[in-house]
């Protein structure tokens, strides 16, 4: 696997672990619908969370949030309504990013809540 794909994975996996630690739920990673994915599901409180986690090594081009192309969310959207319906899930969404930056084996972790809208 390319070393960009490595260091996704363990974005992600930090990810699950700060969640959880913050009383979230997973329901599911990696959840894919046709060709539309969503990194993380979880529940929080009353809401569905669907989270996009971005991973970089450095902020040299911009910070991780910063690479969620509008299409990327309509992706993420299809996703979690397909989610949703074969769930039978009926509450309120919200669209969250992870953004993390491993620099020397050092994670930061930075949760954006409500970061987007359904498009």
């Given at each position: 696997?390319a ?22 739920k ?17 529940q929080f ?16 081009f ?8 509008p ?10 309504n ?33 970061a987007?809208?359904?498009?």
């Amino acid at each position: 696997m390319a070393q960009h794909n490595d260091l996704g994975t363990e974005g992600e996996k930090r990810a699950v672990a700060f969640l959880k630690n913050k009383g979230y739920k997973i329901l599911k990673t990696n959840y894919r619908y046709i060709k539309n994915e969503v990194d993380i599901i979880a529940q929080f409180q009353n809401q569905l969370i669907a989270i996009e986690v971005k991973t970089r090594s450095t902020r040299d081009f911009g910070d991780p949030q910063d690479f969620v192309k509008p299409s990327q969310i309509k992706s993420i959207v299809t996703a979690v309504n397909a989610y949703m319906e074969q769930k039978d899930i009926d509450l309120e969404v919200r669209f969250d990013i992870i953004a993390v930056i491993a620099i020397n084996n050092t994670f930061e972790i930075e949760h954006i809540e409500d970061a987007f809208l359904a498009i």
